[in-house]
Nanobody, 125 residues
């Protein structure tokens, strides 16, 4: 499966962006899809993940209450709605997927076998 992340850009603090992760090559409605981000000079970190029909979702503590992950299985697309953005949210955002990720491994990069190319999010005034 190939993943294409999009929707990044430059936004002011307090603003919103919606990222999309589109799959091609194989339907990934049975896959767990996760979002990770990597800020300059830092390690890539978990942001959020969603399973199947959205019945299982996890978020990093730093984004809870501000970010929402959702999926449209009919369109093989997963979204990350990001509200009340902060400068510390600035990073390259990656989506990742795999067919067999248990919940305890949602935040583990090594659990995901497929990765998109990343989309830049910059939060600055």
């Amino acid at each position: 499966v190939q993943l294409q992340a999009s929707g990044g850009g430059l936004v002011q603090p307090g603003g919103s962006l919606r990222l999309s992760c589109a799959a091609s090559g194989q339907t990934f409605r049975r896959y767990v899809v996760g979002w990770f981000r990597q800020a300059p000079g830092k390690e890539r970190m978990f942001v959020a993940a969603i399973k199947l029909r959205g019945d299982t979702i996890d978020y990093a503590d730093s984004v809870k209450g501000r970010f929402t992950i959702s999926r449209n299985n009919a369109k093989d697309t997963v979204f990350l709605q990001m509200n009340n953005l902060r400068p510390e949210d600035t990073a390259v955002y990656y989506c990742a997927a795999d067919a067999s990720v248990i919940r305890s491994a949602f935040a583990s990069q090594s659990a995901y076998g497929y990765w998109g190319q990343g989309t830049q999010v910059t939060v600055s005034s």
